[in-house]
């Protein structure tokens, strides 16, 4: 069982996604253990994504995840965490597989909606970062006929 953070950025609320996005992950089995709809403070999300602090696209980045509201949310699943990615597609929209969730609504490779964490430290990282007061932990009856 790995937990992953995903996370609909403000182009994903902003177009009335939430829903569909959610809905994706929920269909698909996973088990949703954190939720909350936030307005990131910078340094929040500075220190989520200090790994591109040298690229040229991060100033932008910070300032648009901070823009309005942001669905934090952790989803929890056998392979989550790359389960979640293959959900959400490739980083640029039009170039995702269509049947993803870029893939299906994203044009751009900035505002692509969504993201998730690509591997057990960083998804570690940012659930302490996003969920601080820490997980619901709880056994969903349909598991049962989730798993064999
Ligand atoms: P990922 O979200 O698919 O893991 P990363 O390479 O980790 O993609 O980049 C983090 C985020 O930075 C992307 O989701 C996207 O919003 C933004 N980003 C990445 N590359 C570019 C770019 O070339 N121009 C503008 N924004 C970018
Ligand atoms: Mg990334």
Not at 18 to 41: H, T
Not at 47 to 52: E, K, L, S, W
Not at 62 to 68: A, I, P, R, W
Not at 102 to 123: C, K, P, Q, V, W
């Amino acid at each position: 069982m790995q937990t992953t953070y995903v996370m609909v950025k403000p182009d994903g609320v902003q177009r009335g996604l939430v829903g569909e996005i959610i809905n994706r992950f929920e269909r698909k089995g996973l088990r949703l253990v954190g939720l909350k709809s936030i307005i990131p403070s910078m340094e929040l999300v500075e220190q989520h994504y200090a790994v591109h602090k040298e690229r040229p696209f991060y100033s932008g980045l910070v300032e648009f995840v901070t823009s309005g509201p942001v669905v934090a949310m952790a989803w929890k699943g056998v392979d989550a965490i790359s389960v979640c990615r293959n959900i959400i597609g490739a980083t640029n929209g039009r170039e995702a597989d269509m049947g993803s969730i870029r893939g299906d609504f994203g044009m751009d490779i900035g505002y692509n909606l969504i993201h998730g964490s690509d591997g057990e430290e960083t998804a570690a990282f940012e659930l302490g970062l996003w969920f601080p007061e820490g997980l619901n932990e709880w056994t969903p009856v349909r598991e049962t006929w989730v798993y064999e």
